[in-house]
Structure formats: C-alpha cells, structure tokens
C-alpha cells in the first residue's frame, strides 16, 4: 500500500466517525477520554522502557510524561462534565427597532472536523499519539489522524494499540483515532493538504512547521494550522535579582539550559545581563555550574547534528564563554556570549540552539533590554529575574515582555509547562503561528471548536 493510499484511508476512517463524534453527549467524550489515561498508566511498565530505548530520556523522566499525560487526558473529561467548553451564550430577542431590538441568538460551539496531530520529537507522551493535542481534539468532538514522529515509532504502535482497545471496548468507531507511522515528508504534506483534513496541530522545527503551515494555507480551502515553531526563551536577570541571589540563581539557570539535554521547545536560549559586576560574577557562576553536567544522548542522531551546526553557527559570530567539553553520551554544555547591538543586527545569533546551549547577551541599559526582546520578535517565553517591584521601568519591562511574549515569568525557569486552565502556550510568530491559541492547559480546546451564532431557533437546534 502506497504512502497516500495510507493517508487516505486513515483519513476516511476518521471522516466517517466524525458526525457521530461531533453529536456525541459530553459524557461519553469523557468516559474514553479517562479510559485512554487508565489504559496509559496500566500499561507504563511496559511503555517506559520501550519509550527510553528510542528516546535516551530516562526512566523518571518518561514516568514523570506519562503521569502527566494521563491527567491532562482526565482533566480534558473533568472539563466536559463541568460544561465551560460548551458553554453557550443566549441573548434573549427585544422588541423593538434596532439597535435595543433584536432578535433571539444564541452562540454554540461546533466541532471542526478530522484533525491531522503531528507528533513531537522531545515529548514522546505528552505531545505524541495521546497527548495534549488529541486530548483536546478529542474532547471538542474532533476524530484525529496522528503523525507518528520517526524519532519513536515503536512506542508510537504501542500507545496507539492501546488506544484502539480502548476505542473498541467503549463500542465507538475506530475511526476516532487512527495513525500514519513511516510517512515520508511528503507523506505529511499530503495529510496536511487532505481536503477531509480540517486542522492541523504541529509540534517541531521552525523549517519543518513553517513548510507545513504553507501547504495549509495553500489548500483550496485553507484550514487553521496550530503550530509550535520553537523559540529562544530570553531570561532576563536584573542586577536587583543577581546581587541578592547570583549563586542559586545560577544553578538554576543551569538546570533549565541542560535539562533533557536541552530539548525544550522553552529551553532558555537567550541570557540578557546588564554590564556590571553582579552579572560578571553570575555568568561566571552559570559556567561553573554547567561545566561538570554531562547530558544524556540527544534524541536522534540527526538532532545532534542540528545542534552541532547550530551552536558552531553561534560560535562564529559570538565570544566562547564555556566550551563544549568532552563527551559521554550527550552533547557537553556551551555557553556564549555578545553585546546588544550585535545581537540586533546579526540575525544568526537568534537561531535557535536546540540543546544545552545559551547565548549571554550583554546590555548598557533597560533601553537595549527593550531592543533585544523586539529584535526577538517572537518566543514562547520571556523570564524577568528582579522585575517584582512596582516601578515605572519594570511596567514597561513586563509590556515589552508581554507584546513578544505568550507567557512571562517572574520568577524560576521557563522550563515545565503547567497544565491549567491559565496557561498559554503559544506566543507570536515566529514562535507559533496562531499566537492567540494555545497548545497545554484546557483552552487548547478552542483550538478545534468553531462558533456558530443561531438565530430565532428552536430549542432542539440549540443543543
């Protein structure tokens, strides 16, 4: 069977269930949506190994995802049950001419359709087969074709076996959830620009999302496309913050650079000090503390490739602070750094080092802190270390945090995404390409949910 012949019948697998999911009462959205997070944990034994062999993430680490997995799953249920996804609104009709007059209008939510879910490489739980994107498609009354990412296609049959039982034993059809494994590039393209394909959800590379997000678009009917692109995360550490802290602060900060060997889509990239003797002391902290952390192995061979010719890109064009090291498994920590007007004018410097690497970007003044978060233009995350204090200066610190930003910390790391209802993930382009979604916490729903405003209907329309 060739590679769209594949595409299309998982497709019209899930066309075919999409009615009757879209009708499906709440309840029974909830019931596989818990079942999917029980089969998960029951079988976790048996996964996380499997799991470790692909990734290299470790066996706590890939416990700690699928626990995560599972409540993101069961708190997607709880969010069906307590009615806010489908919350309408009613505006009761007026007698009367325009404007006070009207008629009766009541807005609902309709799902959008078969949704086409693009596995993450770094998150092999959490942002693959049962993740945060199924889970909210799943649970607005959206079938979902998954992507398998190459990077574990193993573990990707296993969840997905799972899940059909899961799916079959509930009595529901089996194209609720259907997957694409070995699918070329080309393949992937062919998904996207399906006409049954309504939305798209991707979790990857700027290159690879961006020439996705071109075929959605290029579509005769163009369909939303929900992508997270990556970002450099700037960590901003104000001498307030520094001289009260610098060593912890610096451990830390080392922590979040090298956690999961730096595969983060919220790894902190960018580190942005003001000259002075606070931040000489904590940079110098930060290389002392990343020189003796040896990373496990990256997750594929072609990432640390990726990462090698990244970080050799920044090298050339910035001073060598801390140089990688001898390697065990992973790739050894680096750390460089420039000043703000380089790091403005020359745009390779604000590539994305996907790995445990930073660039340190030196600032004369706040001004060029507001001109590095511009130059930035978009990222997932801003982190503002010394900014608590009701100042004029931090006010305008946080706008320009907030305007490039989809999510702003005050205080620790940017790394470890919270799922809630609060959270945003998501930020302005070239983060992601629909800032004003998010891809963790329950409003990702909305993503896959298109409102209808019904006039003048009867009752059983209004349901």
Not at 38 to 67: F, H
Not at 430 to 447: K, L, M
Request: proline share 8%; hydrophobic share 45%.
């Amino acid at each position: 069977m060739s590679e769209h012949s594949i595409v299309d019948t998982a497709v019209a697998q899930a066309r075919a269930a999409a009615p009757l999911w879209a009708l499906a009462p709440a309840s029974v959205r909830a019931t596989l949506l818990r079942g999917l997070a029980d089969a998960l944990e029951a079988q976790k034994d048996s996964l996380i190994p499997l799991a470790d062999e692909e990734s290299n993430l470790g066996a706590g680490r890939l416990g700690g995802e699928i626990a995560r997995t599972a409540f993101q799953l069961r708190g997607f249920a709880e969010g069906l049950v307590s009615g806010p996804a489908y919350a309408r609104i009613v505006d009761e009709a007026v007698a009367g001419a325009p404007p006070v007059g009207r008629p009766q209008l009541t807005r609902v939510l309709r799902p959008l359709g078969p949704v086409a879910m693009f596995s993450a490489s770094n998150f092999p739980f959490a942002f693959s087969v049962l993740g945060g994107d199924t889970a909210s498609a799943l649970a607005a009354g959206c079938p979902v074709v998954v992507k398998a990412h190459s990077g574990h296609p193993r573990l990707s049959q296993a969840v997905f076996d799972l899940a059909r039982d899961v799916v079959r034993a509930q009595g529901l059809p089996e194209g609720l959830l259907t997957l694409v494994d070995n699918a070329t590039r080309g393949a992937g393209g062919y998904l996207v620009q399906h006409p049954d394909i309504a939305a798209v959800a991707f979790t990857g590379s700027y290159q690879g999302g961006t020439a996705l997000w071109k075929l959605a678009n290029e579509r005769p009917r163009p369909v939303p496309f929900f992508g997270e692109l990556g970002s450099i995360n700037p960590l901003i550490a104000l001498p307030a913050a520094l001289e009260a802290n610098s060593a912890e602060l610096a451990k830390t900060a080392a922590g979040s650079i090298t956690m999961g060997c730096g595969q983060f889509c919220t790894s902190p990239g960018v580190i942005v000090v003001l000259e002075g003797a606070a931040s000489d002391r904590f940079i110098g902290q930060l290389c002392e503390e990343l020189a003796p952390i040896q990373p496990h192995a990256m997750l594929t061979p072609g990432m640390r490739q990726g990462f090698e010719a990244a970080s050799a890109h920044i090298a050339a064009n910035a001073t060598t602070l801390l140089a990688p090291g001898s390697d065990a498994q992973g790739p050894a920590p680096r750390i460089y750094a420039t000043d703000a007007a380089t790091f403005i004018q020359n745009p390779a410097l604000r590539e994305e080092m996907f790995g445990p690497g930073a660039l340190v970007v030196k600032v004369r003044n706040l001004d060029q802190v507001h001109q590095v978060l511009q130059a930035i233009g978009g990222t997932l995350t801003t982190t503002l270390w010394g900014a608590n204090a009701d100042t004029p200066a931090n006010r305008a610190l946080v706008s320009a945090a907030e305007a490039v930003s989809g999510r702003v910390l005050f205080s620790g790391v940017p790394t470890g995404v919270a799922v809630c209802a609060a959270q945003q993930h998501g930020g302005p382009w070239p983060s992601s390409t629909a800032p004003q979604s998010t891809s963790v916490g329950y409003a990702a729903i909305e993503r896959f949910l298109r409102p209808v405003a019904l006039q003048d209907a009867p009752a059983w329309a209004q349901a």
